[in-house]
């Protein structure tokens, strides 16, 4: 488990961190959700011991992790910009990452890179982008870490290579003790690969939830009343977080299971009611607007 | 921890991104190393003593810390460390490396280690080469071995220091441009500061004197090039390394403090200081003045070399306003990467200038009174006073008058207390630029050199100025000179220390001839005692009356043990034997007073006193150039005396005025020969003729010259 409490790091003037606390579970795989320059990047250097905090506590399985070599051998960092030995190919970033991480699985390392159609042999300043991040995402996985933490690892990675890695990372964490954090600017490449989510904003976390239940516990519905009466004491009896009108067509965003709204929406004979699939994003710009904050202008 | 495999396994790597390194090293370490041993085995091997040649040059020069070689390490050293630590002005790169599951400190050793090897493994596969190419040509020997092996050592030791320095710079910031530039300044800061301070002295002070940098050579390269310049100037007959055990324990004691320093600093060091001038901004200000101070003086100094003399100050102060008004501000730009960035410091600026003044300041109005420094007497152990024009010897290596500060003790002199005093007060005019020589040309001014041996002992040196036509001035000069203390300090052959075991022959320069005779143990004993003691009892007096009568040389062996004394064919002037006059000791005098050296030199077959017959000269020649003479038409007025002509008894006349030129006596040798005249014998010796050039005495000429040269000019 990773506790992070009251994590404070300044850069010169700048304020990266301020006083981040935060709790990732083992076994989840955790998104770190936040523009550039929210903290994303500084709190997972910190939280994999290239930075030393300033003030607080960044504790991982209850270990503090700065010069901490024992703790790091359960630690992989892939950084949004992942760097490579000059001239390395594949096999070369292998056999360095091998010396320093003892369950490094060089069988699976080559298998993988099969898998993903990465030619073991070619140098790796020829890959393309995206080719780069599957490398470093392969290197990160067969280094057989209990922590991986990837940043911006998946922007640009097509939907079907985020779904392989989601896959990768459901088979990790049913065969082993396997906790990835996923930073990210991008809420929509997010959705597919993780369980719990945290927005960072301006180097403090303003939320911290489960994906399931926020998404168990949030609904739009799309419903159409009689009259204006019964629209009014439907809408007052929801716990409404967001409410919009198209003609004679409400689009009401409500908080509760979706059996509850839509007995609830029952109760007033409505003309025509159905949930709507919410995206994970419509669920964060409810969530935050609840809090006081446009999610638009903090994320998208 | 790591284990040796690791160990081993990364360095394998970090070659694959490296191996440029050694390979250069490789490269060059051929060319200046087995190539030129190769060339001069070669255009040397068809001599007859080539043996000889080259174990002197294996000994002397190949296996020693040269300029070149030593460069070419020191090259190395500043691209290992810059490319084996660079990673540090990386974020990217610290990304991976410090979240690697290892220390820092061992990552640190890790690549440090590297570095060492990729030069020291080449320098060794040189060497031995090297050693091979010798054994092949029988030229191996344990002495070339043990040479060779502390040739090793010394670059190692140089390179160590060099190396470990520039890795602190890279540790101190967080950019390559930054780093190169605090490499620069960590190996050369004492070397500057000295330069500068040495230079500020020398433009402010009039009695400043140094014998060379006092400032302690706390970086590298200052360090390296005293020692070499060291090393180069020993007189020993090959390079002894044992010799220069203290520059070696420097050396080694700077390789290992900066190492702990650069090992701390790696540690300490935030990785977010990647991209940042300085890495530690605390650090901030310190550089900033350390730099800004030299550099706003470099630029007064500039400033006030290419303007007019008249204006020196007033340009050297403009200088230095330029140079800090440039410099702080561009500081700040550097540090911290924004042009809005160069006041952002006002503190620091005024501070920095405030500094600048201060130093202007003390300089300029001597305000801690270096020039009209004078001990008291009572904290002086000793005074060395060496006096410009003055009884010079021209020694076989170093500078005379360094000679004579470094061995002269006089410790009880109360005239050399009282002339010193009365330099000193002489300084405060000269510092206004007040001091004037009187109209009538009485005042004639030279230079005296002094070291004040304190008590406690600490040393001084100043350089007065002082009246030697002053009468007070003289009779103190002459109580300082008859002090057989100054004397065993200006002449070394008076030194109680003083070696004549290798000295092998004498040189006589006299009037009529030079002359060069060798003389064997027993004889040399014998003539160095009874000149000893004739110049001895030599009086300040009998120097300013007296013309001496031959110059002496003495001759040492050379460094090669072969005598300095060769067999010349005579040629007129130069008899007997010739000299290698590296290997000389020249500038001694001999006066007619010095009867019983006369008497031994004419036992030893040098009459000095043979001069010319003057039925011997074909013609004496005498120009005039004084102003006297120059009209409009005329440049000269010129007679000639000759045999041919009947004028011999002119010819006797004139002979006994004339002086060789280099026979001059102290101080005042242009007021005692005619300097417009110009006096050329032809002569015959030996059935040939040859001709030579003098000087005449003013006080002897002859009345009908004078009058034949009055009536030419007409």
């Known amino acids: 488990m990773i506790v992070a409490d009251q994590v404070y790091k300044k850069f010169g003037e700048i304020e990266a961190l301020k006083d981040v606390s935060v709790t990732i579970k083992k076994g989840e795989v955790f998104g770190l959700i936040g523009t550039n320059g929210a903290g994303k990047s500084t709190f997972l250097r910190t939280a994999c011991g290239v930075l030393e905090p300033d003030k607080g506590t960044l504790l991982i399985d209850d270990m503090p992790i700065y010069e901490n070599p024992e703790m790091k051998k359960n630690i992989f960092y892939i950084s949004d910009d992942q760097f490579y030995l000059p001239n390395a190919t594949p096999v070369t970033m292998m056999r360095f990452y091998r010396d320093y991480y003892p369950e490094f699985d060089t069988e699976r390392f080559l298998n993988m890179l099969k ?107 799309q419903c159409v009343f009689e009259n204006e009466e019964l629209e009014k004491a439907a809408i007052s009896s929801l716990n409404l977080v967001k409410a919009e009108k198209r003609g004679r067509l409400n689009l009401l965003t409500a908080r509760g299971k979706k059996e509850e709204i839509m007995n609830q929406i029952g109760t007033f004979s409505p003309v025509f009611a159905e949930i709507l699939p919410l995206s994970l994003e419509e669920i964060f710009i409810s969530e935050t607007e609840v809090v006081g904050y446009d999610i638009k202008k903090l994320i998208f | ?84 630590f660079t990673y540090m002005h990386s974020a990217k790169k610290l990304d991976v490396y410090h979240s690697l599951p290892v220390r820092r400190e061992t990552l640190f050793v890790q690549q440090y280690v590297y570095g060492m090897i990729y030069y020291l493994v080449p320098m060794v596969i040189h060497v031995l080469l090297c050693l091979v190419i010798c054994m092949a040509n029988g030229l191996f020997g344990t002495a070339v071995l043990w040479q060779a092996l502390w040739h090793i050592l010394v670059q190692l030791l140089i390179y160590w220091s060099v190396y470990s320095v520039v890795i602190t710079a890279v540790c101190l910031t967080g950019t390559l441009v930054v780093s190169v530039l605090g490499s620069v300044i960590l190996m050369l800061y004492s070397l500057i500061v000295s330069l500068l301070k040495m230079s500020l002295m020398d433009r402010f002070f009039v009695t400043y004197y140094s014998l060379g940098d006092n400032i302690p050579a706390i970086t590298p390269i200052h360090l390296i090039t005293k020692m070499i310049e060291e090393m180069n100037w020993g007189d020993a007959e090959y390079l002894v390394y044992t010799d220069y055990m203290g520059y070696y324990v420097k050396l080694l004691m700077m390789a290992v403090i900066y190492t702990v320093i650069a090992l701390l600093l790696y540690k300490k060091r935030p990785s977010e200081a990647a991209g940042r001038a300085i890495a530690f901004p605390v650090m901030e200000p310190v550089v900033k003045t350390m730099v800004v101070l030299p550099a706003s003086i470099v630029s007064g100094f500039f400033f006030s070399s290419i303007f007019s003399v008249s204006a020196h100050f007033s340009w050297f102060v403009f200088g230095c306003v330029f140079g800090f008004v440039i410099c702080c501000p561009l500081m700040d730009i550097i540090f911290q990467k924004d042009m809005k960035a160069a006041f952002s410091k006002p503190l620091q600026f005024v501070f920095n200038g405030a500094c600048i003044v201060g130093i202007i300041v003390i300089f300029q109005f001597d305000l801690f009174g270096y020039d009209t420094y004078i001990p008291k007497k009572e904290k002086v152990e000793s005074y060395a006073i060496s006096l410009n024009g003055f009884s010079e010897i021209y020694l076989d290596y170093g500078n005379y008058y360094n000679y004579c500060l470094n061995n002269m003790e006089i410790t009880d002199n109360e005239s050399a207390g009282k002339l010193l005093e009365h330099a000193a007060e002489i300084t405060r005019p000269v510092r206004t630029g007040a001091l004037e020589a009187e109209e009538d040309g ?13 008590k406690n002992g600490k040393c001084s040196y100043r350089n007065y100025l002082i009246n030697i036509g002053d009468t007070q ?45 060798q003389l064997s143990k027993e004889e040399m004993g014998r003539f160095v005692e009874t000149y000893r003691e004739e110049l001895q009892n030599l009086t300040f007096d009998e120097v300013l009356t007296e013309y001496p009568v031959a110059n002496l040389s003495f001759a040492k062996s050379n460094s090669d043990g072969a005598d300095a004394l060769v067999q010349t064919e005579h040629n007129g002037y130069s008899k007997g034997l010739s000299f290698d006059y590296s290997s000389t000791i020249s500038g001694y005098k001999i006066y007619s007073s010095f009867t019983q050296t006369l008497a031994l030199l004419k036992e030893y077959g040098a009459d000095i006193a043979n001069e010319i017959l003057p039925e011997d000269v074909v013609s004496i020649w005498i120009a005039d150039y004084s102003q006297e003479v120059y009209r409009d038409n005329i440049d000269f007025a010129e007679v000639e005396y000759t045999q041919e002509n009947g004028q011999l008894t002119k010819i006797e006349q004139i002979l006994p005025c004339l002086i060789r030129d280099n026979l001059n006596i102290a101080f005042d040798a242009a007021d005692k020969t005619e300097q417009d005249m110009e006096v050329r014998v032809v002569y015959k010796y030996d059935g040939k003729t040859y001709e030579d050039y003098f000087c005449i005495v003013k006080d002897r000429i002859p009345q009908f010259l004078r009058e034949d040269l009055k009536g030419a000019a007409q």
């Not at chain 1, 995402?137 to 911006?152: Q, W």
């Not at chain 2, 103190?476 to 300090?489: F, H, I, Q, S, T």
Request: negative net charge; glycine residues 6%.
């Open chain 2, 442 to 454: 009485a005042d004639r001014y030279t230079s005296l050199l002094v070291k004040f041996h304190l």
């Open chain 1, 115 to 221: 898998k993903f159609g990465l030619s073991s042999k070619r140098k790796i300043q020829t890959f393309s982008k995206g080719m780069k991040k599957q490398l470093s995402v392969i290197l990160g996985i067969c280094a057989n870490t209990r922590y991986l933490f990837c940043d911006e690892t998946f922007d640009g990675l097509d939907p079907v290579m985020r779904q392989t890695v989601k896959s990768i990372f459901a088979g990790e964490l049913t065969n082993r003790d396997f906790t990835p954090v996923v930073a990210s600017h991008n809420l929509r490449e997010l959705e597919d690969i993780c369980d719990h989510v945290g927005l960072l904003h301006q180097g403090g976390v303003l939320m911290q939830r489960d994906l399931e239940e926020m998404k168990l516990n949030i609904h739009t519905v």
């Open chain 2, 473 to 517: 001035v003289m009779q103190w000069l002459g109580d300082v000179y008859n002090d057989p203390e100054y004397k065993a300090g200006a002449y070394p052959v008076l030194a109680e220390t003083h070696e004549t075991d290798n000295y092998v022959g004498i040189l006589l320069d006299y009037t009529y001839a030079s002359e060069g005779i």
């Open chain 2, 1 to 84: 921890m790591t284990s040796k495999s690791l160990f081993f396994r990364r360095m394998k790597q970090d070659l694959e991104q490296r191996i440029w390194l050694p390979v250069i090293f490789f490269i060059l370490a051929f060319l200046f190393l087995e190539l030129p041993l190769i060339s001069s085995i070669d255009s040397w091997q068809r001599l007859e003593n080539y043996a000889e040649y080259v174990n002197t040059y294996l000994m002397n020069r190949f296996f020693s810390p040269g300029y070149a070689f030593t460069v070419i390490t020191i090259g190395m050293a500043a691209v290992s460390a810059l490319s084996g």
